[in-house]
């Protein structure tokens, strides 16, 4: 690659491209899993977007952008990665093609690659504005009438609501792990979630908290078959007892968090132990009165804790031996080293605070456990135990999973789309507050407290869908789901070529024109690579969502674009998405959320805008600061570091 260099957009379409055709090997349902080989020898095999992209060893600074800008959506929301990468590589050649016919060239460019780059700027910018303006009111007035609603009050329970969001999460794992565990996998969900379902009006709360505290949810297992994969009662803590575990036949257990050490450290990092003036003999006794100092304090500490009846205790650090030996006297058992996320799980379960100070341990630093065991998981061994009046207090059951798989990667995977089956239903049903915008009431997400106390607790705000006005906006309600497989991107096109006849006999809007189309003709690209190996079911597919649309849906949007105020009612109706009313029978094909579909469309077009707005690449060369230099100079004598810089 050289020192520095222009990058045109044949660049960027060239390192699209090259993403695109790893993922095509494991996109749509003759799709398969990507093997790859690490440095170390060990093998990786995914169908995970994500994970496979992540997993490249990329050198192109635009390769890696794209990469983060998946990785960054992803994360965000579960899904997507895959057509992200698709819909990508569409738009850049349809921006390329635009691009080429010159239709912003002037003499004003001392080149046809920077006249090119121009017009490829100026679409996506005019792509972005058009996203944020107009497309989810052309989603909600569009595609959502072909869905229905599902209600997260309801999942739980032996309804049409249960079903539809059993297939929701079948069709997720299908794309993610295939179809020999996504039923596996639907069940095992589903169990969780009545496990630590919330009574809380918000009632996407408790997949909040489970997206929260995950990490400290889930144990993986390798070595065992992937159907040993369980749920089991109260919290699993990933280290093992310190000190003796407390026998097996008592039957409560009083357990304090502490956060600090329970043995006053001779010094800690910077400071000075000072011994004043006299000989060595008085130095040496000043030394051993200081030892048995700390000791004489550990002493008090764990008499003050016995006096609580406390015989369980989780520490963050590492204990010193002293500690260790006076607490296993004393019948007490340790944990060292807890995780951050373990140890705030513990104390929301629990409902007690963490301690810092030895010296101020009160009641309410205590909680009861009906059991605190070893657990057995595979090759580890770790902490086991459960909470007595969690059900009571907190109306939940706490319980913990337990992934198996055969190999390490395996239970990654399948941890990972754990992860994100989380991630995709806050996408779909986000938390939401009530905010204002000039003269239309929305709802937005926030991140609101994942506290289980209910006093802590208020209730949202639902969408509502407002009609098209210059002060007002459509939304897309929560929960709302289409069926899978391109109907959303067959309806959306539709609507887009409608949007773009509509805006044609508008001057003011003739700008428009070009980037709807463009949009539209790049959502198509979706289906078809789900059909690539039948053309003949694409066709059929495309009739027959096309043959559902009504024939005067096309005017809906311009008649409501060119409204002078609101309805009276200040909403429009949206009895045809209701349930009872589905146009298309969304539980044989799979489904998919719209608001998922939404936000992944606006995820591609602002990495597009980023994308081109990179113009020349720079490798700088910088040598490390002296002072480091010379700490090396004894192994090398000259280490330098690359940095690339796009600017």
């Not at 010159?102 to 679409?123: D, V």
């Not at 045809?576 to 146009?583: L, T, V, Y």
Request: aromatic share 6%; with cysteine; net charge negative.
């Amino acid at each position: 690659m050289p020192e520095s260099g222009d990058l045109h957009l044949k660049h960027v379409l060239q390192s699209v491209c090259a993403l695109e055709s790893v993922i095509l090997r494991s996109f749509g349902p003759e799709g398969g899993q990507v093997l790859f080989t690490r440095d170390t020898g060990q093998l990786m095999l995914s169908r995970s977007g994500k994970r496979i992209l992540t997993a490249l060893h990329l050198e192109h600074p635009l390769a890696r952008m794209v990469v983060d800008c998946v990785w960054k959506h992803s994360t965000a929301t579960g899904d997507g990665s895959k057509t992200f990468v698709l819909i990508l590589a569409s738009l850049l050649r349809l921006i390329q093609a635009a691009a080429t016919k010159g239709a912003h060239t002037s003499h004003s460019y001392t080149s046809t690659e920077m006249a090119e780059a121009a017009t490829a700027r100026h679409l996506a910018d005019r792509l972005l504005e058009f996203a944020l303006t107009e497309l989810e009111a052309l989603i909600a007035v569009n595609v959502l009438p072909h869905g229905f609603c599902i209600s997260l009050e309801e999942v739980t329970e032996k309804s049409q609501h249960n079903r539809s969001f059993q297939t929701l999460l079948l069709s997720f794992f299908h794309t993610r792990l295939g179809s020999v565990y996504c039923d596996f996998f639907r069940d095992l969900t589903c169990e969780m979630l009545s496990h630590w379902r919330v009574k809380d009006p918000r009632h996407s709360f408790s997949i909040q908290f489970l997206n929260n505290n995950f990490p400290a949810l889930h144990t993986q297992v390798s070595g065992f078959p992937v159907g040993s994969s369980h749920l089991i009662e109260g919290q699993v803590i990933h280290r093992d007892f310190a000190t003796p575990c407390p026998p097996v036949k008592k039957q409560l257990f009083k357990a304090v968090v502490f956060t600090g050490y329970l043995q006053p450290k001779v010094l800690a990092a910077g400071e000075v132990l000072e011994l004043g003036c006299g000989d060595m003999v008085t130095k040496d006794s000043s030394i051993v009165h200081f030892s048995s100092w700390t000791e004489g304090s550990l002493k008090s500490i764990i008499a003050s804790l016995q006096s609580f009846g406390v015989s369980v205790l989780l520490c963050a650090l590492k204990q010193s031996p002293a500690a260790l030996a006076l607490a296993t006297q004393s019948g007490m058992c340790i944990v060292e080293c807890v995780s951050e996320e373990e140890l705030s799980l513990f104390a929301q379960l629990s409902g007690v605070t963490p301690v810092s100070d030895c010296w101020g341990i009160q009641p309410e630093h205590i909680t009861t456990l009906t059991f605190c065991k070893p657990l057995q998981l595979g090759a580890h061994r770790y902490v086991h135990l459960d909470f007595q009046d969690s059900e009571e207090r907190l109306n939940v059951k706490p319980c913990s999973l337990v992934i198996c798989a055969p190999g390490e990667g395996q239970t990654d995977q399948y941890a990972c789309a754990f992860q994100d089956v989380f991630r995709m239903l806050l996408t779909a049903w986000p938390p939401r507050r009530e905010t204002y915008t000039t003269g239309c009431q929305r709802t937005f997400p926030s991140n609101s407290c994942t506290s289980l106390h209910s006093d802590a607790i208020s209730a949202g705000t639902a969408y509502t869908l407002c009609s098209v006005h210059p002060s007002q906006k459509c939304v897309i309600e929560p929960g709302f789901v289409i069926s899978a497989g391109g109907t959303f991107e067959f309806l959306l096109n539709h609507a887009l070529h409608q949007y773009d006849r509509s805006c044609s006999v508008s001057v003011n809007t003739s700008v428009v024109v070009p980037v709807a189309q463009l949009l539209a003709e790049a959502l198509l690209s979706v289906p078809r690579l789900i059909y690539s190996h039948n053309l003949k079911r694409f066709l059929q597919e495309q009739t027959r969502v096309m043959a559902l649309i009504p024939k005067q849906s096309h005017t809906l949007s311009a008649s409501l674009r060119q409204t002078e105020g609101p309805p009276e009612d200040g909403k429009l109706s949206l009895h045809s998405c209701e349930k009872g009313n589905m146009a298309l029978k969304l539980l044989d094909s799979g489904l998919e959320s719209v608001s998922c579909k939404y936000h992944l469309v606006l995820a591609v077009l602002q990495c597009l805008t980023s994308l081109l707005r990179v113009n020349k690449e720079l490798r700088i060369h910088t040598t490390l600061h002296r002072k480091s230099f010379k700490l090396l100079s004894t192994c090398s004598e000259s280490t330098e570091d690359e940095e690339e810089a796009l600017l």
